[in-house]
């Protein structure tokens, strides 16, 4: 950490110099987790059994007001998170996340990069390795571009696009994920909040042997679905000063698009996913900093026509709880 921390300390010294603002925050967070991935602590054993484990987020960030033309701004942000578990110290990692973003009364647009080095999934076993139980990994880049135009006082209508490549590494069937994604959003934000939403995206994510098979000829399995998710977030207003809270539902249906045989990729063949989440978060702003109680329940079902068991494998709840402190935006003006 840091190492993280001084790489956010040269990043706000060196593009600081002629700018006039620049906001600067830190937090951490202590979340407990009852099912994270499907993974199995430090001992790998087989059937995979999902355990609870304690995670812990520490992030900074810094925001730099770059230019001011006319009545538009442009910020440039730099967000470092690292995420650690109790239990689970494989999926232990690093987030690294720039922003521009463009404002202007009435609307914004943002484009994110979000870059991970090295994420643990869960230990995997493979047929040509002697069913030997390795974490597999991956690299993962995700770009969203945002966008938000306010038609009347209050009301916004957003969009998002996204694109997400993954990097698998050798111990893992299923390689090099490709996901492009569109979402569009209504949001009230005055007496109260209210922000319904739709999202559909589509992934390619197969896998292939190291002997010259490509992604379109190989006999591994094949991940790729296409995905529809309903959501609905609702709050508080402007009316308590400090004070916010949010409640979010989701309804996401994954329809996995593999054509394989069934004796070939029996996980994926005719499975359809349904999930049910349901989020909320309570904060409150005190002078030098600002608290958050969060909370979520998901929920997992799975079926498929040809593998009756599916539910009992890739089925499963999950319940997560935590508390974050972040202090208070700083800001540096000149």
Known sequence: MKNVFFVLFLFVYAISFGFDRISVESGFGVFLDTNPYS????????????????????????????????????????ELKYIGYAVNTSRAHAEISPKIVLIRP????????????????????????????RFSEYASNDFLLHAAVRPVENLWYETEFRYTLDYYDKNFLEY???????????????????????????????????????????????????????????????????????????????????????????????RKDTYYTLSGSLSYALPFCALELSSSYEKRASESEVNPEIEAIRGYNRMTIGIAVATNEIFLQK
Not at 107 to 118: D, G, H, N, V
Not at 182 to 210: E, H, I, M, N, Q
Not at 239 to 267: C, M, Q
């Open 106 to 133: 009435g609307a914004w647009l943002s484009l994110t990069y979000e870059f991970i080095p090295r994420i643990a999934i869960r230990p995997v076993a493979d047929e040509d390795d002697d069913y030997i139980y």
């Open 176 to 270: 090099d994920r490709t996901l492009r994604g569109v979402a569009v959003f209504l949001r009230y934000d005055g007496a109260f909040y209210l922000k319904p939403g739709y999202g559909y995206s589509d992934a390619d994510c197969r896998g292939y042997d190291t002997q010259g098979e490509t992604k379109s000829a190989s006999d591994d399995f094949d991940a790729s679905f296409e995905e529809d998710e309903f959501s609905l977030t609702v709050g508080n207003g402007n009316s308590v000063a400090g004070f916010d809270f949010r409640l979010t539902g989701k309804y996401t249906l994954r329809y996995y698009t593999s054509e394989k045989p069934p004796d070939r990729d029996p996980i994926h063949s005719t």
């Open 39 to 78: 993974l199995s602590g430090k001992d790998v054993d087989f059937p995979l059994r999902p355990v609870g484990d304690t995670r812990t987020e520490s992030f900074a960030r810094t925001g730099i007001r770059a230019l001011r033309f006319a009545r538009t701004s442009m910020y440039a942000n730099l």
